[in-house]
């Protein structure tokens, strides 16, 4: 076949709605002061590392990895809180188990909904699988907009909502009861999406296996919680749905190195506890400080990073000059009517925070 041939091969064999994306894109950041991707920002103790190491150097690399990962999964269900009676699924992070649950429901004639603005995955693996996608725009102060919910679920009988508690990207936690009555009211299944569960002091995760909560899913990621090298995310859910989505996942999806290294890091769940805290109290430590530059609005945050609005006009070119200063955060201006003049600020160490602080003081001192 020649070039030609190929670019039309391509042009026909590709569906539209898939050449019309754009793959996902990470910006370099070596050298960088990276506040960009909700990571723990801290490394692990020497101690820990030296035995993670020897642990690793003994793993069975020549044989395929434990397909139930059994040891793995009875430290997450301890230390996320999963119920006894509920099953457990694993993905290559939370990321291939909105595309299992995508998979496993999707037709041209059928609908996901989230709220929006929201996590960008959603819609997009919808377009991937190819589903309907439904999108309900927040109150502007980021709060659930229920009626409105509660009408597209009437118009659209969505088979599939996600809702991400804390939203990403504009971190706050939706009304509780709010999520209920939307529980209440879905024709299908609730994904109830907890990536950020280690910020905050809420969660979905006892409702599992309540009368009222049959149709509800609990979505975790150990991204967040300091070991996003890793790629592991778990679903949790009543042995039903659990069983038909399994059917769905490849075999081995967690590699031997995750999950001994997983296993391993989750025993010492008191160190990522003690990492998370130190974030939400310079989470708070940088809410104050960002709330007293000139014509910059913090929103409440139960994540590991704020959303602040700069002056007008000013977001893409904040974002520029950190970058020339070697600080990347996430410019969101122009994703969405309601992130307008808006940057997403992952909290990093305190010197992390204080490099980009100082920053953004020269940046937006109305004498320069
Ligand atoms: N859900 C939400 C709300 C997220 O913000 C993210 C990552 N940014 C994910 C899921 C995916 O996490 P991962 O694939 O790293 O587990």
């Known amino acids: 076949m020649n070039k030609t041939a190929i670019n039309t091969t391509i042009d026909t064999l590709i569906r539209p709605e898939i050449k019309a994306l754009n793959a996902y894109n990470v910006p370099s950041s070596d050298g960088m002061i990276k506040l960009d991707a909700m990571e723990n920002p801290y490394g692990w103790p020497k101690e820990l590392k030296k035995e993670l190491k020897a642990r690793l150097a003994d793993a069975a690399i020549h044989r395929y990895p434990d397909p139930k990962a059994t040891g793995l999964k009875m430290q997450l269900r301890r230390v996320m809180n999963v119920p006894e009676t509920q099953a457990m699924m694993l993905g290559n992070g939370s990321d291939e188990l909105i595309q299992v649950l995508a998979m496993a429901i999707a037709s041209a004639d059928r609908v996901m909904m989230a709220p929006e603005p929201g996590f960008v995955m959603y819609p997009m693996v919808a377009k991937f699988v190819g589903m309907q996608y439904v999108g309900v725009p927040l109150n502007s102060d980021f709060s659930l907009d229920l009626a409105a919910f509660l009408t597209a679920i009437e118009t659209h009988q969505p088979s599939l909502i996600f809702l991400a508690y804390p939203n990403n990207p504009t971190g706050n936690l939706f009304d509780a009861e709010a999520v209920e009555k939307i529980i209440e009211a879905a024709p299908g ?180």
């Open 189 to 368: 299944v609730v994904v109830v999406d907890e990536a950020y569960n280690a910020f905050t002091d809420q969660s979905f995760m006892s409702r599992l296996g309540q009368p009222g909560f049959e149709n509800l899913l609990v979505m975790r990621t150990v991204s967040k919680m300091g070991l996003a090298g890793l790629r592991l995310g778990m679903l949790a859910g009543s042995p039903a749905w659990v069983a038909e989505l399994e059917k769905l996942r490849l075999p081995y999806n967690i590699n031997c190195l995750t999950q001994i290294a997983a296993e391993f890091m989750l025993k010492h769940d008191g160190k990522l506890a003690e990492q998370a805290d130190a974030i939400r109290v310079d989470r708070q430590k940088m809410q104050q400080d960002l709330q007293m530059l000139p014509g910059v609005e913090v929103f409440p945050s139960e994540a590991n990073f704020l959303l602040v609005r700069v002056p007008q006009g000013k977001a893409s070119w904040l974002h520029q000059q950190l970058q020339l200063r070697r600080i990347l955060i996430k410019k969101l201006d122009g994703g969405h009517p309601l992130l307008t003049d808006c940057l997403r600020l992952t909290i990093g160490t305190p010197t992390e925070n204080m490099a980009l602080m100082a920053a953004l003081v020269e940046l937006l001192d109305p004498e320069s």
